[in-house]
C-alpha cells in the first residue's frame, strides 16, 4: 500500500501529467476544472462585464494603472479644494458664456471688457460712470485725449472768463464778436467801418468832424470843389486875388493900404 499510495498530506508531483475526470468542487479546498474557471473567472486582459454590479474593498490607488475609489475620485472634485493648473490652460469653453459660474473664453473677455495693460484695446460702446469720476488722468497730449479739470481750467469756458496769457490766432479769425460796450472790447470789422474812418479813404464822414482845436495837418492840395483846402492853397488864392485886383481895379496906394504896414 505504501507503493500505491500517497500519505496523507504530502505534497504531489504530478510529473507534468494532467488530472482528469474531476468532479464538480464542492468545498473551497477541492480542485476546479477548467470549464468551471472558464465560466466563473476573467482572463487576464479580457474586458470586465461588471453588469451593473459594484466593484468593493478597493484599495486606494497608487499608480496610474490602479482602479481609483469614489472616496479618491471626490477628493479630486472641482470647488471642493483649490484646483492647480500648473501653467495649464482651460481649453473649447462656451463662447457665450449664459451663466454667472461659467469659465469664459479669453475672446468673450476682450468684446466685454477692457484690457488695462493693452493700448489698443478700445471700447465698443458709451461708458456709462454712472456719476462716479474719472481720476488721475495724464494730461492729454493729442487732440482725442480726455483732459483733466486742471488743464481745462486753463481754457477759456463758452461761458466767459478772464484770460491769463496772450492768446495767439496763428492766422486765423476771430468771429462772432459782440457788439462793443466797453472801450477794452475788441471791435468787430463792421463795427470799425462803423464808427472810425478808414486811412485809405473808402468810407466817409456821417457826422461833423470836431478837431478839438488840433491842426489837421499834412493835407494835399484840392482838386475838386469839396476838397479841403491847406493853408498854403489858401495863402496862393488870396495872393493871387490881391494881384488881380491890383492890376484891375485898384491904385497901388490903394492896395498898399489894404495890405497893411510892410514890417
Not at 20 to 38: A, E, H, I
Request: aromatic residues 6%.
Amino acid at each position: 500500500m505504501n507503493s500505491n499510495f500517497l500519505p496523507k498530506g504530502q505534497a504531489i508531483d504530478m510529473s507534468g501529467q494532467s488530472i482528469v475526470n474531476l468532479g464538480s468542487s464542492q468545498g473551497p479546498k477541492d480542485p476546479m476544472r477548467k470549464k468551471y474557471v472558464n465560466e466563473n473567472f476573467f482572463k487576464k486582459g479580457n474586458l470586465i462585464d461588471m453588469n451593473q454590479k459594484a466593484i468593493k474593498n478597493v484599495l486606494p490607488p497608487t499608480e496610474e494603472g490602479d482602479a481609483a475609489t469614489k472616496g479618491y475620485v471626490d477628493s479630486k472634485s472641482v470647488g471642493e479644494i483649490d484646483l492647480n493648473m500648473n501653467q495649464h490652460s482651460i481649453r473649447n469653453t462656451n463662447s457665450n458664456p449664459q451663466n454667472e459660474d461659467e469659465v469664459v473664453p479669453k475672446q468673450w473677455i476682450e468684446e466685454i471688457f477692457l484690457n488695462r495693460y493693452n493700448p489698443a484695446s478700445t471700447v465698443a460702446k458709451d461708458l456709462n460712470m454712472d456719476g462716479h469720476h474719472v481720476p488721475y488722468l495724464r494730461a492729454p497730449e493729442q487732440i482725442h485725449h480726455a483732459v483733466t479739470k486742471g488743464y481745462a481750467d486753463t481754457k477759456l469756458s463758452l461761458q466767459g472768463g478772464d484770460m491769463q496769457g496772450d492768446i495767439g490766432v496763428v492766422g486765423s479769425r476771430i468771429r462772432h464778436l459782440g457788439e462793443p460796450l466797453h472801450d477794452n472790447d475788441a471791435l468787430r470789422v463792421n463795427s470799425a467801418d462803423e464808427f472810425y474812418l478808414k486811412r485809405d479813404g473808402s468810407n466817409w464822414m456821417r457826422k461833423d468832424l470836431s478837431v478839438g482845436r488840433f491842426r489837421v495837418r499834412g493835407m494835399a492840395n484840392p482838386r475838386t470843389d469839396q476838397d479841403g483846402v491847406n493853408k498854403r492853397t489858401l495863402d496862393d488864392m488870396i495872393q493871387a486875388q490881391q494881384l488881380y485886383y491890383e492890376e484891375h481895379f485898384v491904385s497901388a496906394d490903394a492896395v498898399s493900404q489894404l495890405r497893411g504896414p510892410v514890417s
